[in-house]
């Protein structure tokens, strides 16, 4: 196997001193390959959100080794985090962080601005990135032109922008409705069924079904570590909601056809049978 995309071993990070001292994480140790999907659940206070910190390069532990894609992010100056953080990590966060009156290409393009990529190219890979979250045909819209769940979109691809090592997300459907999570769940999908290695942050148990690789957390310890779906294929709750639309499509149709169907094809509607990985653009 590849070399991980992540490692870290016995990660423990302190708040305060004497009575006041918090213990916001515990030991925690967890190695992500290339190519895994991977949900880490807890609820408030579980040490979720400090580990998103330490493993985006935003915070550092007090004790403990942390591995980005075979580089060992305590040795790094600031100016070298700030590298990693732009060419090695792509963040998605909740509340999307788009620029208001500035379109969704240029949304995308920033990351490559601050790498230095020249104008013609910036756009060129920013399209790309729109184009495979389906919202390639709403390049030159603003936020306030956008639904949540493209604005989400817009984020995730400017967090593909510049080819990371890893995608981590943040609450990334938080903010967002049924149908906006399930829209920006499926692009996760689609991209985790091309190779990409994600890493999400939620408390939502709709969003760890759908990783390869679900990690339970609480009081900053690790608790569970279950495979869902092995690493190269793809994730077994995408396969799960889509038989679970695909049943309730069914049944519409069913519903509305029924007899007819039972008297001219004998057809009987259900969840769809076998799963293939989707492609192609998404619908806005």
């Given at each position: 196997?590849?070399?991980?995309?992540?490692?870290?071993?016995?990660?423990?990070?302190?708040?305060?001193?004497g009575e006041a001292t918090v213990h916001a994480l515990r030991g925690v140790s967890m190695t992500v390959h290339r190519g895994d999907y991977v949900a880490i659940m807890g609820s408030s206070g579980s040490g979720?959100?400090?580990?998103?910190?330490?493993?985006?390069?935003?915070?550092?532990?007090?004790?403990?080794?942390?591995?980005?894609?075979?580089?060992?992010?305590?040795?790094?100056?600031?100016?070298?985090?700030?590298?990693?953080?732009?060419?090695?990590?792509?963040?998605?966060?909740?509340?999307?962080?788009?620029?208001?009156?500035?379109?969704?290409?240029?949304?995308?393009?920033?990351?490559?601005?601050?790498?230095?990529?020249?104008?013609?190219?910036?756009?060129?890979?920013?399209?790309?990135?729109?184009?495979?979250?389906?919202?390639?045909?709403?390049?030159?819209?603003?936020?306030?032109?956008?639904?949540?769940?493209?604005?989400?979109?817009?984020?995730?691809?400017?967090?593909?922008?510049?080819?990371?090592?890893?995608?981590?997300?943040?609450?990334?459907?938080?903010?967002?409705?049924?149908?906006?999570?399930?829209?920006?769940?499926?692009?996760?999908?689609?991209?985790?069924?091309?190779?990409?290695?994600?890493?999400?942050?939620?408390?939502?148990?709709?969003?760890?079904?759908?990783?390869?690789?679900?990690?339970?957390?609480?009081?900053?310890?690790?608790?569970?570590?279950?495979?869902?779906?092995?690493?190269?294929?793809?994730?077994v709750g995408a396969a799960a909601a889509h038989a679970k639309v695909q049943s309730v499509t069914n049944g519409h149709l069913a519903a509305g056809h029924g007899a007819a169907a039972r008297t001219t094809t004998?057809?009987?509607?259900?969840?769809?049978?076998?799963?293939?990985?989707?492609?192609?653009?998404?619908?806005?």
């Open positions: 196997m590849s070399r991980p995309v992540l490692e870290v071993q016995d990660l423990k990070k302190i708040y305060g001193t979720k959100s400090t580990l998103m910190n330490i493993l985006g390069a935003l915070d550092i532990p007090t004790f403990g080794s942390y591995k980005l894609d075979g580089v060992e992010v305590g040795t790094l100056s600031d100016s070298q985090l700030a590298l990693a953080r732009n060419r090695l990590i792509g963040f998605i966060f909740q509340a999307f962080n788009l620029i208001p009156r500035t379109s969704a290409v240029a949304n995308v393009e920033l990351p490559l601005a601050y790498a230095g990529v020249k104008p013609r190219e910036r756009r060129r890979r920013a399209m790309a990135a729109l184009d495979i979250v389906g919202l390639a045909d709403r390049a030159d819209h603003e936020p306030n032109q956008l639904s949540g769940g493209q604005q989400q979109r817009v984020a995730v691809a400017r967090a593909l922008v510049t080819e990371p090592a890893l995608l981590l997300a943040d609450e990334p459907t938080g903010n967002l409705d049924s149908k906006s999570t399930d829209d920006v769940l499926q692009v996760f999908d689609d991209l985790s069924a091309a190779g990409r290695t994600i890493v999400i942050i939620t408390h939502e148990d709709e969003v760890g079904a759908r990783a390869k690789r679900l990690i339970r957390l609480v009081d900053g310890a690790i608790v569970t570590d279950n495979r869902q779906s092995p690493i190269e294929l793809p994730p004998g057809t009987t509607y259900g969840p769809a049978s076998s799963y293939a990985p989707p492609v192609g653009r998404h619908s806005a």
